[in-house]
């Protein structure tokens, strides 16, 4: 039995409790006590031959597409992978300190649950542990965005009955199926948010010759963009630079035409989920079909995405209370519950993910 050691004591008693959702397009922190106190893009801002770190977050996202030849805004993630560690490292840093803004306590070493998609290998688990403890953590906790999304969302993943939940972030979409604790069946797509602000693009530039940003694509993606017939169709201005004459343009584009443009990306999504189903044993289908399909993370939000879901499986399908935030309430969750949810963790210590 390890002996009692005061300087631990004493960190415990001061430390910060922090869950962090480390999403490919948004990173969001949950401080216990607190709610979730950051919600900023997972963009950084660097100078190209130092990679000396210029901006991160809101400020950084600011730049994409206007900076000069020596700065480059770049997202550290990639489909939930880090890709770029000491870049990631220092947006952890940042978004870490940035917690302790709004806490009393005097010195950062908080306790740390970061979500990870599920099915990363442990060189991507280490990899995340490495930057969370490299960033100022005193203890990290890795667990599966999936579960991490349903105990956010208020699914009964501990008790002996089944639940599903389909988080569709910005890199990957997962589905998961809960019992007793456990995942008990699940999948995952690396087409998501990206993808369909990608498939946006592409529709403008191959109808109407216009070439437009990721940034543009997303903003109509949020207006207009849509899985299933909408009540009533709508229409948006859509501003680029024309590739025939190389000037500026606009084109007004319909909520239809989106719909079209996104039906590649969707129908992906509505594959996984059913083949997910198929894969179910019978008798949590029985339960599901009851409880229904919960839908979390910021593609969840696109318009009719639910009424799609339940279209096509023919089980009822809904929305949590503020998915984009599921991934790090649920982390920052696990916390405050250690003792009773620590099945659902990855890992707890570094000897535990080599």
């Known amino acids: 039995m390890p002996l009692w050691n005061p300087i631990d004591a004493l960190l415990g008693l001061f430390s910060l409790d922090i869950g962090i959702d480390l999403g490919t397009a948004n990173t969001l922190v949950f401080v216990r006590g607190k709610g979730i106190v950051i919600n900023e893009p997972s963009w950084v801002a660097i100078e190209k031959e130092s990679r000396r770190v210029l901006a991160i977050g809101a400020e950084a996202k600011e730049m994409v597409g206007r900076t ?10 990639r489909d939930g992978v880090i890709s770029e560690f000491e870049v990631t490292q220092a947006m952890l840093d940042y978004f870490i300190k940035k917690a302790h803004e709004h806490s009393f306590i005097p010195f950062p070493r908080p306790r740390v649950v970061i979500g990870i998609p599920s099915g990363v290998t442990e060189v991507e688990q280490r990899a995340v542990y490495d930057a969370a403890i490299a960033a100022g953590a005193r203890e990290a906790y890795l667990i599966e965005e999936p579960m991490a999304a349903a ?32 995942i008990v069946v699940s999948g995952s797509l690396r087409v998501a948010g990206d993808e369909m602000d990608e498939d946006i693009i592409q529709y403008a530039r191959q109808k109407y010759n216009l070439m437009i940003g990721e940034q543009t694509a997303e903003r109509v993606k949020i207006a207009i963009g849509s899985a299933y017939p909408l009540p009533e169709e709508k229409t948006m201005l859509l501003r680029g630079r024309n590739l025939v004459t190389g000037l500026p343009d606009a084109v007004e584009v319909s909520s ?7 039906s590649s990306s969707v129908n992906l999504i509505i594959d996984l989920i059913r083949d997910t189903l198929e894969r179910t044993p019978p008798e949590l289908i029985s339960d599901i079909m009851e409880s229904g399909i919960c839908l979390a993370g910021g593609g969840a939000l696109l318009k009719g995405m639910a009424e799609r879901v339940t279209a096509e499986t023919h089980i009822r399908a809904w ?8 991934v790090a309430r649920g982390a920052g969750m696990v916390l405050e519950n250690l003792h009773v949810l620590r099945q659902v963790i990855l890992s707890t210590d570094q000897r535990e993910i080599r």
Do not use: W
């Open 256 to 262: 239809i035409e989106i719909r079209e443009a996104l």
């Open 68 to 77: 000069p030849a020596n700065i480059v805004a770049i997202r550290p993630l």
């Open 151 to 182: 105990i956010g969302a208020g699914l009964p993943v501990t008790e002996p009955r089944g639940s599903i939940i389909v988080d569709i972030g910005g890199g990957t979409t997962e589905v998961a199926v809960f019992s007793m604790g456990g």
């Open 319 to 326: 929305v949590a209370q503020d998915p984009m935030t599921c």
